[in-house]
């Protein structure tokens, strides 16, 4: 019997077939492995709020002065709903997994409202749209609100001036910080270390705004 070699032709079919079955194998695992990836970054994150620290029940009385607090300021490090690792004097990361409520600027200003309405000590409290008659801006900028990865602390620093609305002028500024150690190493000791941190700057800052308003 004669064999024939195959045409030349058919072995071009074979290789060309070969090929496309490759390449269509490819994107099918690069299409397989974004899917994985895109499950992998949906995962939901454990949120946390701040919880409102212990406010003054004593001291000077300004119930006549109702209180615009206004949204701190910050770098776009501590401007996002991210928890802040300091791994470094110039570089940070965020806590994997866990975030805050709301953009940390606004979960600060909601609480410091909470907080000075808790007091008792104002004639009220609010945000802007809230409809107040304002006597006094209470105005931060947040320097600070991070872990420590070197020291395992929580560090919270925050700035606060105090605006008469009414002039338009400067009554006072200062500027609070606290440092407390975490209890262990986990994300909940991390975000419990800072929400401690923040409750002893609000409440510092609380007593010292009443002495000029």
């Not at 071009?12 to 079955?21: D, M, V």
């Not at 409202?113 to 105005?139: K, N, T």
């Not at 700057?201 to 609380?206: C, D, F, I, P, T």
């Amino acid at each position: 019997m004669l064999i024939l070699p195959p045409k030349r032709g058919h072995e071009i079919l074979r290789f060309r077939f070969s090929h496309k079955r490759v390449w269509l194998n490819t994107v099918a695992l690069a299409f397989v492995a974004v899917g994985a990836f895109g499950c992998a970054s949906s995962a939901p994150k454990d949120t946390y709020g701040l919880s409102l620290g212990d406010v003054p029940q004593q001291g000077r009385m300004a119930q006549g002065r109702q209180l615009l607090i206004t949204e701190p300021t910050a770098v776009k490090t501590f401007d996002s709903e991210n928890i802040v690792i300091q791994v470094s004097r110039q570089e940070y990361q965020y806590l994997g997994e866990s975030q805050w409520s709301d953009r940390l600027p606004k979960v600060v200003q909601l609480k410091l409202a909470q907080a000075f309405e808790a007091s008792g000590r104002v004639g009220g409290a609010g945000l802007p749209g809230d409809g107040l008659a304002i006597d006094y801006q209470i105005q931060t900028t947040i320097h600070a609100f991070q872990i420590d990865a070197t020291s395992k602390a929580a560090i919270v620093e925050i700035a606060v001036r105090v605006l008469n609305d009414r002039s338009g002028t400067v009554r006072a500024r200062n500027v609070f910080r606290a440092v407390v150690p975490a209890s262990g190493s986990s994300n909940q000791a991390y975000v419990k270390a800072l929400d401690a941190a923040f409750s002893k700057v609000s409440s510092e800052m609380v007593n010292w705004v009443l002495k000029y308003i």
